[in-house]
């Protein structure tokens, strides 16, 4: 596609829910990356993937948090149990090397 | 492994004024060096990027930023501000030697006041 896609743009979800954030990356980007950014904060690492090596998940805050990538493309980000703590936009970026491109985000807001 | 300071997380600046928004990295390795921007309520933008040659990069809406690799800073500036330059600020560096990850500052948040 032109651009890195997210799915949903918004998702609200009642505390103790499982969720799933999709990406889809630029096709032929061999990086993806999950960031999350809550209100009026920064952005927080959460997982990166690089071609076919092992993912760098050192930014994932528990093990509550997952994420796989099926094919090198798209990617799912899952949040199992979620907790109000856990309301913030979830950002996707993909790369071909140096450059990040990223998605317009999901708003997950936990009730 | 690599690291970026944005040492102001709040710049206020009047309209017209000049901004300077101050990035410095540390690294074992030459690195490429990025500026993006994400105003209110959408998604990151890059801004300007360093990869090799000139020091001194020129990006969209009048921003610049120069690399200087004796002092591991990568600042941004702009001469004359508008209300339109609100937004929240990230400085960004990956290292050249294995395509590594992108690695993001705190952010810096610039609002300018009419």
């Known amino acids: 596609g032109a651009g890195v896609s997210q799915s949903p743009s918004n998702k609200v979800t009642e505390k103790g829910k499982d969720v799933e954030l999709r990406c889809d990356p630029i096709?032929?980007?061999?990086?993806l990356y999950w960031y999350r950014q809550s209100l009026g904060q920064g952005l927080e690492f959460l997982i990166y993937?690089?071609?076919?090596?092992?993912?760098?998940k050192s930014g994932l805050p528990s093990d509550r948090f997952s994420a796989e990538r099926t094919g090198g493309s798209v990617s799912t980000l899952t949040i199992q149990r979620t907790q109000q703590e856990d309301s913030a936009v979830y950002l996707c970026?993909?790369?071909?090397?140096?450059?990040?491109?990223f998605g317009q985000g999901t708003r997950l807001t936990v009730v | 492994a690599q690291s970026v300071t944005q040492l102001d997380s709040q710049v206020p600046v009047f309209e017209e004024a000049p901004v300077e928004l101050r990035c410095n990295y540390s690294?074992?390795?030459?690195?490429?060096l990025f500026w993006y921007v994400q105003y209110p309520n959408q998604g990151l933008q890059l801004l300007l990027k360093?990869?090799?040659?000139?020091?001194l990069v020129k990006g969209i809406n009048g921003f610049e930023a120069e690399f200087n690799k004796s002092q591991t800073s990568f600042h941004l500036r702009k001469p004359s501000v508008h209300i339109s330059d609100t937004a929240e600020y990230f400085c960004?560096?990956?290292?050249?030697?294995?395509?590594?990850?992108?690695?993001f500052g705190p952010g810096t948040s610039l609002s300018v006041i009419p």
């Open positions: 690294s074992s390795v030459s690195v490429y």
């Open positions: 096709s032929g980007h061999t990086a």
């Open positions: 960004a560096v990956s290292e050249r030697t294995s395509y590594d990850k992108v690695i």
């Open positions: 993937f690089q071609g076919n090596s092992a993912p760098d």
């Open positions: 360093y990869l090799s040659g000139s020091t």
């Open positions: 970026a993909s790369s071909l090397g140096f450059e990040a491109f």
